[in-house]
């Protein structure tokens, strides 16, 4: 199994949440003061594939700690891993995630374009308990268009949706993973992604 692939389905595995079993009564007492909403973003650029992502306010960034020092670079790179909360903190709601990551297409006998990589990712998603919610289609980002895999998997009472983004670039698939309790929310992630256009 290739580095990135299996990382991708830890990730799906830590973000699964527990459920809380705990009595869900507030305390009595004064209700604490909501706190302020803080709008603050960190960008994270990259310039080797032209893209640039708005990582949310307070997320916490796993890229380095998750990064497999064995691999080589010139086969797969996990490029970003940030979670809402950190992914060992279980809660009753989906911890949400962007993974991104980068694969020689090389690894991929017969892969010409960024949907021969949708068959093997759709199996590996499938195979940790998701259903693909209908068929690959292409989906614009800005002016670059990239194929786009849904999956729902649920979990107790709540729904867990991924959505993977899949470009091929400099001889690499860019595969862009988002994973939300919700389809708006899986709208939110992927609107703070930015891709410019490829230079030749």
Not at 68 to 83: N, Y
Not at 110 to 126: H, N, V
Not at 153 to 173: H, I, Y
Request: hydrophobic share 40%; net charge neutral.
């Amino acid at each position: 199994m290739r580095p990135y692939v299996l990382l991708l389905l830890i990730v799906i595995a830590t973000t699964v949440p527990a459920q809380d079993s705990s009595s869900k009564s507030k305390p009595h007492g004064k209700p604490a003061a909501p706190a302020p909403r803080q709008t603050a973003e960190t960008i994270y650029r990259n310039p080797e594939f032209a893209f640039t992502y708005k990582i949310p306010y307070a997320w916490i960034d796993r890229t380095k700690p998750m990064q497999d020092d064995s691999a080589d670079p010139s086969k797969s790179k996990l490029l970003l891993a940030v979670f809402e909360r950190p992914p060992e903190v279980t809660g009753d709601t989906v911890n949400s995630a962007v993974v991104i990551t980068a694969e020689s297409a090389a690894s991929y006998p017969g892969l010409k374009t960024a949907a021969d990589y949708m068959g093997p990712l759709t199996e590996l998603t499938t195979s940790k308990g998701f259903k693909a919610d209908g068929g690959p289609y292409e989906f614009p980002v800005g002016a670059t268009t990239l194929v786009r895999g849904d999956f729902i998997r649920s979990v107790g009472s709540l729904s867990m949706q991924q959505s993977s983004l899949v470009l091929l670039r400099k001889g690499f698939v860019i595969s862009f993973t988002f994973i939300a309790g919700r389809d708006d929310e899986i709208d939110e992630l992927i609107e703070k992604l930015s891709i410019s256009a490829s230079k030749p």
